[in-house]
């Protein structure tokens, strides 16, 4: 049997093509002979593809409905009803609606009406899709506009899309490509949540960061894990406020381990980047990646010792040789060409990433050591980032600047950046190393204490 054969023949008459199919003894060829049909002629009646919808084979059934879809004219709406009714696998149920929404046709809507109630998420968007032919409908518009608070994320994103979206009006002024003078190139000396309260919606392009690390280290003291965690909820969620539409956070951050009182107890270990999670997305960051930094195992913190020495199950503890880097962005419904497009040709061809460039989410890449802060980002991983996730001209935030590594990669990459450090010692090394003359070059960097921050942001 060829595909040849089986146009020919449903151009002679739909008989010829039943007769084919009741000739054959296996499934394979029953699903060859319908998934090559293709378009349908106009005469072709297809009273054989609606006895196929009793076959007991989902696969033959799901290929019934789909070329009963394609049927011109009169298709048999309650033979679909009937079949939807008792039908047990998705797929199948699925093409169902997609079949009877493809008809557009006004007397089904009370149909697709009765889908939106289905179970299946997928179901509900089909009918969804059937019923957005019907434009500036009121009565589909009555039906669908309430789904904006169904349980499924996807439905209620195709119809916060549909009905929503338009309706919130951008939250700044400024084109999407530039940014505010009084933020460009400023370091502040402060809590970061206090310099947040002054800084306008809308006004920075991407976020790269590195959150202190609970009370791993010196710098960081919090009540609980807790309080931390709704710290950095507080940061992050004014970072989406001031961030642009579409534009992207990223966190690096890693589980850690804090050692234990005494030989009676045992250390804890906190998953900082997955219950940090859940905060970003409920405050509208989308997930996007997560990208995984490699270090050498030598140089990381050896755990694995007791292990190597006694090789008892459940007292292995491997060595930690990642960090994540968690890549998020701004809700928005409009697609990345969008923000793509607010640049001028010059700079989307002068910001163009050089070979060489990373193909995967694993990145190894050697950790920096440095002799006044714990805790500072290679070079190599700010440069990477900042590459891949901004243009130049672009505005990058770091709220927890810590040695200004991201605002000295910045301004070598032709960005710009806004910084916060809270500690003064850091804030003091970062002016320090600013002396370097090969780094901090052009427009002058500013280091300011809130004070005088809040003079200029007004
Ligand atoms: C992990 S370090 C960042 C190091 C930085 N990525 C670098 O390359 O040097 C975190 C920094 O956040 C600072 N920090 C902690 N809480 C802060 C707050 N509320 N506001 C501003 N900075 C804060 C700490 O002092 C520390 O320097």
Same mark, same amino acid.
């Given at each position: 049997?060829?595909?040849?054969?089986? #146009?020919?023949?449903?151009?002679?008459?739909?008989?010829?093509?039943?007769?084919?199919?009741?000739?054959?003894?296996?499934?394979?060829?029953?699903?060859?002979?319908?998934?090559?049909?293709?378009?349908?002629?106009?005469?072709?009646?297809?009273?054989?593809?609606?006895? &196929?919808?009793?076959?007991?084979?989902?696969?033959?059934?799901?290929? %019934?409905?789909?070329?009963?879809?394609?049927?011109?004219?009169?298709?048999?709406?309650?033979?679909?009803?009937?079949?939807?009714? #008792?039908?047990?696998? #998705?797929?199948?149920?699925?093409?169902?609606?997609? %079949?009877?929404?493809?008809?557009?046709?006004?007397?089904?809507?009370?149909?697709?009406? @009765?889908?939106?109630?289905?179970?299946?998420?997928?179901?509900?968007?089909?009918?969804?899709?059937?019923?957005?032919?019907?434009?500036? @409908?009121?009565?589909? =518009?009555?039906?669908?506009?309430?789904?904006?608070?169904?349980?499924?994320?996807?439905?209620?994103?195709?119809?916060?899309?549909? $009905?929503?979206?338009?309706?919130?009006?951008?939250?700044?002024?400024?084109?999407?490509?530039?940014?505010?003078?009084? &933020?460009?190139?400023?370091?502040?000396?402060?809590?970061?949540?206090?310099?947040?309260?002054?800084?306008?919606?809308?006004?920075?392009?991407?976020?790269?960061?590195?959150?202190?690390?609970?009370? *791993?280290?010196? !710098?960081?003291?919090?009540?609980?894990?807790?309080?931390?965690? =709704?710290?950095?909820?507080?940061?992050?969620? =004014?970072?989406?406020?001031?961030?642009?539409?579409?534009? /992207?956070?990223?966190?690096?951050?890693?589980?850690?381990?804090?050692?234990?009182?005494?030989?009676?107890?045992?250390?804890?270990?906190?998953?900082?980047?997955?219950?940090?999670?859940? !905060?970003?997305?409920?405050?509208?960051?989308?997930?996007?990646?997560?990208?995984?930094?490699?270090?050498?195992?030598?140089?990381?913190?050896?755990?694995?010792?007791?292990?190597?020495?006694?090789?008892?199950? &459940?007292?292995?503890?491997?060595?930690?040789?990642?960090? $994540?880097?968690?890549? !998020?962005?701004?809700?928005?419904?409009?697609?990345? @060409?969008?923000?793509?497009?607010?640049?001028?040709?010059?700079?989307?061809?002068?910001?163009?990433?050089?070979?060489?460039?990373?193909?995967?989410?694993?990145?190894?890449?050697?950790?920096?050591? @440095?002799?006044?802060?714990?805790?500072?980002?290679?070079?190599?991983?700010?440069?990477?980032?900042?590459?891949?996730?901004?243009?130049?001209?672009?505005?990058?935030?770091?709220?927890?600047?810590?040695?200004?590594?991201?605002?000295? #990669?910045?301004? *070598?990459?032709?960005?710009? /950046?806004?910084?916060?450090?809270?500690?003064?010692?850091? /804030?003091? !090394?970062?002016?320090?190393?600013?002396?370097?003359?090969?780094?901090?070059?052009?427009?002058?960097?500013?280091?300011?204490?809130?004070?005088?921050?809040?003079?200029?942001?007004?």
């Amino acid at each position: 049997m060829t595909k040849q054969l089986i #146009t020919e023949l449903k151009h002679k008459s739909c008989l010829e093509i039943a007769n084919l199919i009741n000739n054959q003894r296996d499934i394979g060829s029953i699903n060859f002979i319908l998934e090559n049909l293709g378009q349908l002629p106009k005469h072709f009646e297809g009273n054989f593809l609606y006895d &196929l919808l009793k076959h007991a084979h989902p696969q033959v059934r799901l290929n %019934a409905v789909k070329n009963i879809g394609k049927l011109n004219g009169n298709l048999n709406i309650s033979k679909l009803i009937e079949l939807y009714k #008792t039908e047990k696998d #998705t797929t199948v149920r699925r093409e169902i609606i997609s %079949a009877i929404g493809r008809q557009r046709k006004p007397e089904n809507k009370s149909l697709l009406f @009765d889908f939106l109630e289905d179970e299946d998420p997928k179901i509900v968007c089909q009918a969804i899709r059937g019923l957005l032919v019907f434009d500036q @409908d009121k009565e589909v =518009e009555n039906h669908l506009r309430p789904l904006i608070n169904h349980p499924n994320e996807m439905v209620r994103t195709v119809i916060y899309k549909e $009905y929503f979206a338009k309706e919130t009006t951008a939250k700044s002024t400024l084109p999407h490509a530039e940014t505010y003078d009084f &933020l460009k190139n400023i370091v502040v000396n402060a809590d970061v949540r206090q310099v947040l309260k002054l800084v306008p919606d809308e006004s920075i392009h991407l976020t790269f960061t590195s959150p202190p690390y609970y009370n *791993a280290r010196d !710098y960081s003291i919090y009540p609980s894990y807790q309080a931390y965690l =709704e710290f950095l909820n507080e940061v992050f969620r =004014e970072t989406h406020r001031i961030t642009k539409e579409g534009r /992207f956070l990223i966190v690096n951050t890693s589980p850690i381990i804090i050692p234990r009182v005494s030989r009676s107890h045992s250390s804890k270990r906190y998953g900082i980047p997955f219950d940090l999670h859940p !905060y970003l997305v409920q405050n509208g960051w989308e997930f996007i990646d997560d990208i995984i930094w490699l270090k050498p195992e030598a140089s990381v913190k050896n755990r694995i010792g007791g292990f190597m020495q006694h090789r008892k199950p &459940l007292g292995y503890k491997p060595n930690a040789v990642t960090e $994540y880097l968690m890549v !998020y962005r701004k809700q928005t419904e409009k697609l990345l @060409d969008w923000n793509i497009r607010s640049y001028t040709y010059e700079t989307v061809e002068e910001s163009k990433v050089a070979d060489g460039y990373e193909t995967t989410n694993v990145w190894k890449i050697d950790p920096c050591f @440095d002799k006044v802060h714990s805790a500072i980002f290679p070079v190599e991983l700010c440069k990477r980032v900042i590459q891949y996730y901004s243009y130049k001209g672009d505005l990058i935030f770091d709220p927890f600047g810590g040695s200004g590594t991201v605002g000295r #990669t910045a301004k *070598a990459l032709d960005r710009l /950046f806004f910084l916060t450090e809270q500690e003064p010692k850091y /804030f003091e !090394y970062m002016q320090l190393k600013q002396k370097n003359p090969t780094l901090f070059k052009e427009r002058k960097t500013r280091f300011l204490t809130l004070e005088q921050f809040k003079k200029i942001a007004k």
